[in-house]
């Protein structure tokens, strides 16, 4: 695996990225969006510029710079970082099958190959792989051989969740709420459910037509803080520090329904960017800011372990 590990690690953010790209029309729909929101979530940018504060001898000013909060370090979530894929089931396979990949080909090509080598393993098609197989060697790139041989290699999911079918979670992500009989004389009282853990029934909140995301969820008041130390008390599961697109604190990555939020407006398409967190070119990109994002429709979105400003490592 160190020869394996040496040969990605030639590869800057630029050849990734492309790798990715061009992986992606074969990423079946289920993962298509969720490999590209992981991506996102696990920058090699910020894995190279925390790696060289640790070799200066400065990474707490690094991380005081950037301004991280949460877990942002991948070595300490191995095997679930990813569990928001539905190929995450397979992780085990996938895992198993990445020592036994020696080559020396483009990072397409080591990715495709990977997934065939998994696939033979797990009794699936090598296409529904690739985006496990792509976060597979980027978490080999990032974390480097020891702490990924010496990850279980386990599934993070309950039996019932890994029942589901592909077909099963497209189509939720898919419905909509019903709104009764005259749901059509609702208007802006129509509700909506937001999804923030597809593997659990539970992880949900209401969003009232047009109401942006953190604020709905501030209305869930169980106990998050214990979960996720960037958490409020009784402010809900999504982090946040303000509502006016100025911490970052409250970005998710959208892995359903992004059709069915508000349009990026020039706001938080500026403030995205000084974030350093994704470029929102689209309408409706997959990563947004809560505070910004309106419910217009049943969503599905993934809560980051981490918030920062990463936008200045240009700086």
Not at 28 to 33: A, F, G, S, T, Y
Not at 42 to 70: C, F, I, S, V, W
Not at 173 to 191: N, V
Not at 304 to 310: D, E, L, S
């Amino acid at each position: 695996m160190d020869s394996l590990y040496q040969h990605l690690s030639q590869y800057d953010a630029v050849a990734w990225r492309a790798a990715v790209s061009a992986i992606t029309p074969n990423i079946p729909e289920i993962d298509r969006n969720a490999t590209r929101i992981w991506f996102a979530f696990y920058p090699l940018a910020l894995h190279a510029a925390l790696e060289a504060g640790e070799t200066r001898g400065d990474l707490p000013d690094t991380q005081r710079k950037l301004g991280l909060m949460g877990r942002w370090r991948l070595a300490d979530h191995v095997d679930s970082s990813h569990r928001f894929l539905f190929a995450h089931r397979h992780w085990p396979q996938v895992k198993a099958a990445v020592p036994t990949i020696e080559s020396t080909a483009g990072l397409d090509r080591v990715i495709t190959q990977l997934a065939d080598a998994a696939a033979r393993t797990a009794g699936v098609d090598p296409g529904a792989l690739l985006g496990i197989a792509a976060v597979a060697l980027m978490t080999l790139r990032q974390v480097g051989p020891a702490a990924f041989a010496a990850a279980p290699g386990a599934v993070h999911l309950s039996d019932d969740a890994r029942a589901k079918s592909a077909r099963q979670i497209l189509r939720q992500r898919a419905r909509d709420d019903w709104q009764g009989l005259f749901g059509f004389t609702r208007g802006l009282m129509k509700r909506w459910t937001a999804t923030f853990d597809e593997s659990d029934p539970e992880s949900r909140f209401t969003v009232i037509n047009d109401q942006e995301l953190a604020t709905a969820a501030q209305a869930d008041k169980r106990e998050y803080r214990s979960k996720d130390g960037r958490c409020i008390p009784n402010e809900g599961p999504i982090p946040v520090e303000c509502r006016a697109a100025s911490c970052g604190t409250c970005w998710v990555g959208v892995i359903g329904g992004a059709e069915k939020l508000s349009p990026v407006d020039p706001h938080e398409r500026t403030r995205v960017k000084i974030f350093g967190y994704a470029e929102t070119a689209g309408e409706r990109p997959l990563i947004r800011l809560a505070c910004q994002a309106k419910g217009r429709g049943a969503v599905s979105i993934v809560i980051p372990p981490w918030n920062g400003i990463i936008g200045r490592l240009g700086q």
